[in-house]
């Protein structure tokens, strides 16, 4: 654990120092010098007017203008920030640098900026979230943290990061039947490996809770008189568009009328198609909107090429279908076209 978190720190201080030097140019509006300057220029001889943004800047050497260390970079944003302080960006940079730097009062106050300036941004949230607890006595995550972990996990359902740290938290508060629900949702969207690894946590949490182990059948959270099979198919007769083998499928229950946040989803691999899913209140994106809350739901099914939750211009989708609860029998969800 020590090498690893040491590795990680070493990535993040080579990353930022580069980010650092350069994020002046991106908070110029300008993303795509920005990228490019990231994947090809480096620590450049030119680096202090591209911070600085002064002609005379260009004109000193490298040498002696750069930012040599992560303390003179973050010293660099610091002054940069003091000239332009709504950039969100800016200060979750400064707390990822400040967390390298191992100042974790100063990275918390920070990235609790950037939330301010960007409340609805899942990544913000998290890293935010992430560095309160590790800066809180016994890395715990408070009760800001683990709500900003939500929201984090309802504005992006599909974020792993966020879905694992909400059982980390709830496992911080005893809550273990809870934790094991909130990582069960993650199972369907991981890779094997990394659902095996999940599981054994799982099973920790569910012993501690008092249940019984989860079988490698059942459906995540599925309990309860709201839980909804659903099949997914293709049209008889239809071939499967070879582009989209690597595909992803979204089985999604959402409010019928209602915004498009999901109160049930699972992702799955198209290769799996035919499916037959079981959503449960463990499959919702927010503890405040969950199947066994509603009486009525809309199911579709999503290929996405991308893999993104957030729905995409070649993505095809299946004829929504609208269901009272609770449902007996699956619901029949059916992709016309590959």
């Known amino acids: 654990m020590v090498s690893l978190w040491m590795a990680l720190s070493a990535a993040v201080v080579a990353a930022a120092v580069a980010a650092l030097v350069l994020w002046p140019l991106r908070a110029g509006g300008q993303r795509r010098p920005f990228v490019i300057a990231m994947l090809a220029l480096g620590l450049a001889g030119g680096a202090l007017y591209v911070l600085v943004g002064t002609?005379?800047?260009?004109e000193r050497t490298a040498a002696s203008d750069e930012p040599a260390t992560l303390e003179d970079g973050v010293q660099a944003l610091e002054q940069a920030l003091a000239k332009d302080p709504q950039r969100a960006d800016g200060w979750a940079l400064l707390g990822r640098s400040q967390l390298a730097l191992g100042k974790l009062a100063e990275a918390t106050a920070a990235f609790d900026r950037a939330v301010q300036l960007a409340p609805d941004d899942p990544g913000v949230l998290v890293e935010a979230a992430q560095a309160r607890a590790q800066a809180a006595p016994g890395k715990q995550f408070d009760d800001q943290a683990l709500q900003w972990l939500r929201h984090a996990n309802a504005l992006a359902p599909e974020s792993e990061r966020a879905g694992w740290l909400i059982g980390i938290a709830l496992r911080q508060r005893g809550q273990d039947a809870e934790a094991a629900?909130?990582?069960?949702?993650?199972?369907p969207r991981l890779e094997p490996g990394a659902a095996r690894a999940l599981r054994e946590q799982i099973a920790i949490a569910r012993g501690n809770a008092g249940l019984p182990p989860m079988t490698e059948t059942s459906a995540p959270a599925a309990a309860g008189n709201h839980a909804l099979t659903v099949q997914v198919r293709f049209a008889p007769g239809t071939t499967p568009d070879p582009a989209m083998a690597d595909a992803t499928v979204f089985v999604i229950?959402?409010?019928p009328d209602g915004p498009p946040m999901p109160i049930a989803v699972?992702?799955?691999p198209a290769s799996q198609l035919?499916?037959?899913?079981?959503?449960?209140?463990?499959d919702s994106p927010m503890p405040t909107g969950t199947l066994s809350q509603v009486q009525e739901v809309e199911v579709i099914a999503r290929l996405s090429r991308s893999g993104q939750a957030n729905r995409?211009?070649?993505?095809?989708?299946?004829?929504p279908v609208r269901?009272?609860?609770?449902?007996?029998?699956?619901?029949?969800?059916?992709?016309?076209?590959?």
């Open 55 to 58: 002609p005379d800047a260009a």
């Open 181 to 187: 629900a909130a990582w069960e949702a993650l199972l």
């Open 253 to 255: 229950a959402r409010a």
């Open 266 to 268: 699972q992702k799955h």
């Open 274 to 282: 035919p499916l037959r899913v079981t959503l449960g209140d463990g």
């Open 312 to 319: 995409q211009p070649e993505d095809v989708e299946t004829a």
């Open 323 to 338: 269901v009272r609860l609770p449902h007996a029998g699956p619901v029949s969800l059916v992709f016309e076209r590959p």
